[in-house]
């Protein structure tokens, strides 16, 4: 099946700083999304981005399928950006969560 | 407008019962699609459902099982549970597809 790596599986920040969050994936895939699970557990859709670049304030995404990677940018963080940032890819019905990105983000 | 609704939100059982667990979609989305989350094993896909009809099916054994009614709620079934089945299950609704999709905020189930 395919394969899915994250990076870092660990960051911590000062509020204010802006980071880069990777997932590598190791086959074509029919759709990418990005999804942030809060500390109380609550998973939040942030992009559909199967290619392409999108932005939604101060988070962005993008995704180069040709190379099997995104990204997901956070600018200005916040501490209520902390949390678990997993990529998530579909290949056919194959449906497959990456181990995820956990953040911290420090007052 | 409601969001996804999960029930009941804990959960706790012994080996071998069975469980049912609910999940109320955003009202409109025909969309529902259960997974298993566990510190070992991570987010995991389970089944998804579209109009009452199972679309796609992760990599679970059969006492893994699920429907959707025509109202498009949804309700899945562990049979003869085992303790590695201690797990949060979401649930996620969405008009069709990936696109849009919201979840619940999950059925923490203990098994003992």
């Known amino acids: 099946g395919i394969q899915v790596e994250q990076s870092p599986p660990d960051l911590i920040l000062q509020e204010g700083a802006n980071s880069t969050l990777r997932c590598n994936f190791s086959d074509s895939v029919n759709n990418l999304q990005w999804f942030h699970q809060n500390p109380w557990g609550q998973l939040i859709n942030l992009f559909y981005?199967?290619?392409g670049t999108k932005q939604n304030g101060r988070l962005s995404a993008t995704t180069v399928a040709t190379e099997r990677y995104s990204l997901l940018y956070i600018s200005s963080s916040q501490t209520t950006d902390s949390g678990v940032y997993f990529c998530v890819l579909r290949r056919g019905q194959n449906f497959v969560f990456g181990p995820g990105t956990r953040l911290s983000v420090l007052p | 407008k409601a969001g996804v609704t999960q029930t009941p939100r804990y959960l706790i059982k012994t080996r071998g019962q069975q469980v049912t667990l609910s999940c109320s979609p955003i009202s409109g989305h025909r969309s529902v699609s259960w997974y298993q989350q566990t510190p070992g094993q991570g987010l995991q896909f389970l089944f998804e459902?579209?109009?009452?009809?199972?679309?796609n099916k992760g990599n679970f054994p059969g006492r893994f099982s699920g429907r959707q009614f025509s109202n498009s709620r949804s309700e899945m079934n562990v049979s003869t549970l085992e303790l590695g089945d201690s797990a949060l299950y979401l649930c996620?609704?969405?008009?069709?597809?990936?696109?849009?999709?919201?979840f619940g905020p999950g059925t923490r189930l203990t098994v003992l």
């Open positions: 459902y579209f109009s009452e009809t199972q679309r």
């Open positions: 981005i199967p290619s």
């Open positions: 996620a609704s969405s008009l069709e597809g990936d696109r849009g999709k919201y």
